[in-house]
């Protein structure tokens, strides 16, 4: 909980998946981290496919953000530097919606 | 016949020499695969240009067909598919075309259609047609534009310039794949030996003969003739750096219109080429 | 630590030749090479010591049993990227056109393809009082974003210092917008030519999205005058900051062909370049 946020959605190691009601905590290795290619897009599916509504990250590409507008789970840009503080913003409502998404940086030549 | 110049290394002069090759010959075809930024038609000036739409293809879903079984989405390797709200969706910028999704659909729930992907313009310029693959920005891949701008290559008899991409990349090996010959050209510095060794590995690795043409040389630079010597590559001509060549380039006008001597060199260049590749 | 990376568009103005100097006049402690298809770094950069070698993993390769192939031809009528070729009767795959789909082993009747792990390149991380981070691409392998990413990774978390220095890669597609992200800003070496100028314009557009400090210089500017004085103007109407220009210099490519960078040449371009690096780092700091 004390670790620090990783700045890449898409090739960050773990995700956190938090239930604020029963306050579970499941650490989920990213499979999507050493992928060749659609990172963003891999790593998207997973948080899908975790029954997660809601996303917490620093920064996220356009694909990625296309896949959680469609299926409906919020963004939020993440301030402070840990996870437990961004879990504290959150609950206390600092959080901001995440507005700029950057391009994808594909994987091609 | 078709000759293929090279360089490993950018702003050797790989389009300065293609151009010129093609202008100095009797007729000729001028193929531009540098299609991320195809500068030859900025010296050519070519007219009567038509262009024609290159396509690569990209899925499409029938919900009513698709039983959600993430066949798909699970086949993709490029991580192209991805399934929201009991429906598969497509990236297009990181689908590879491969067309496996459509394989693996158990009901036929997978169409390919046609995504526009750059262009092949034809045009005249004098005695020399001009072939330019353009990609659009944002794409990833330029092979498919690399292989149509190649179907225009001039007949057998005639003579084709392939202004290839600069590097060792997969575009260049696909714009040497059908040449008889390669120009590879250098330049005398320690960056551009050391870009050169890379892209002759590739000309020897598809087994093309070739020649060197080193340009910009203000001086010698010994390893690049020791690395030319040792590996038994034929040095047909060298251009000293001119601030008047420099300064046609900058202009994208083309030496062998503006300069006698210019032209002189290149016909000779070719006639060497010729000879090299019959012999 | 500021990450200040150079960018050419257009191969052969000068990119790396500035980046040298400029990793000489800030006795830069972290430095990394970004063109990982043709790296030059090395080779003018003061480096010493034993690096550590990674091996670099691209996509996966096709790769057929010749015992299992019965050339019955099904993987070359399906596969998109003339990757499959037939000799005498078997099936063998192009390793360069392969793009590692995985069409042909899913249609191979015999089980006779299987997919395999394949080193497209690899990293080198020096890591003494300096520490430098490269990579090359093997010959004939996409997917360099990727390596690019891990290039300046490897830089970030093996690197202290309060500047990193970064040559970037030429042209203007993928592997030059992984290595704008995370940056805090982009000196584009142009050099006065129609094509560099239109490559520098690609190059400003993607930095905007990416809101990275952006400046410009030109080398070569005596070549051309007048393109040199449209990069100035186009700077200028657009709000960039122009960091100054280069005389076209004999004993730059005789610095380099020493194995040196011009920092310790008494020479116009040295002195030119001296200018930019006072005026680039005044913005990176800023």
Known sequence: MESAVCVSFGRAPFFLLYDTESKTENFVPNTAADAQGGAGLKAAQLVVDMGADTLLTVRCGQNAADVLVAAGIKVYKTAAPTVAENLRDFAEGKLSVMTQFHAGFHGRQ | MKIAVLSGKGGTGKTFTSVNLAAAANRATYIDCDVEEPNGRLFFKPEGVEAQSISTLIPTFNAGKCNGCRKCVDFCRFNALVYVKDKPMVFPEVCHSCGGCALVCPSGAVTEIKKVVGSVESGVSGNVRIITGVMNLGEASGIPIIKAALKKSGIAEELTVIDCPPGSACPVMESVQSADYCLLVAEPTAFGLHNFEMVHELTALLGKPCGVIINKADGEYLPLDKFLADHKIPVLCRIPYSERLAQLGADAEIAVKCDADMAALFHTLLADIRKEAAG | ?286
């Open chain 3, 1 to 286: 630590m500021k990450k200040l990376l150079i960018l050419s568009g257009k191969g052969g103005t000068g990119k790396t030749t500035v980046a040298a100097s400029f990793i000489e006049f800030l006795s830069a402690r972290a430095f990394a090479d970004c063109d990982v298809d043709a790296p030059n770094l090395h080779l003018v950069a003061d480096i010493d010591g034993e690096p550590e070698r990674t091996d670099y993993y691209g996509s996966q390769k096709a790769v057929i049993d010749p015992a299992k192939c019965v050339g019955c031809g099904l993987c070359l009528e399906n596969c998109r990227f003339d990757a499959v070729a037939q000799k005498d009767v078997r099936c063998e795959i192009n390793e360069y056109a392969c793009e590692g789909c995985g069409v042909c082993q899913y249609v191979c009747p015999q089980n006779a393809v299987t997919m395999q792990d394949d080193i497209a390149g690899e990293q080198t991380l020096y890591c003494g009082a300096r520490t430098f981070s490269t990579a090359k691409l093997k010959m004939g392998r996409g997917n360099s974003g990727k390596l690019v990413s891990a290039v300046k990774s490897a830089l970030l978390q093996n690197a202290e210092a309060d500047v990193a220095i970064i040559d970037g890669s030429p042209g203007i597609g993928c592997p030059v917008i992984a290595s704008i992200s995370g940056v805090d800003m982009v000196l584009i070496v142009a050099e006065p030519s129609l094509s560099s100028v239109s490559d520098m314009e690609r190059i400003i557009k993607t930095a905007r999205i990416f809101q990275t400090k952006t400046s410009v210089c030109v080398n070569k500017a005596d070549v051309c005058p007048e393109k040199a004085a449209m990069v100035e103007r186009f700077c200028a109407e657009n709000a960039i900051p122009f960091a100054g220009s280069i005389p076209y210099d004999k004993a730059a490519a005789e610095a380099i062909n020493s194995g040196h960078s011009l920092a310790a040449v008494d020479c116009p371009a040295r002195n030119a370049i001296h200018a930019i690096y006072r005026n680039t780092m005044k913005l990176l700091k800023a």
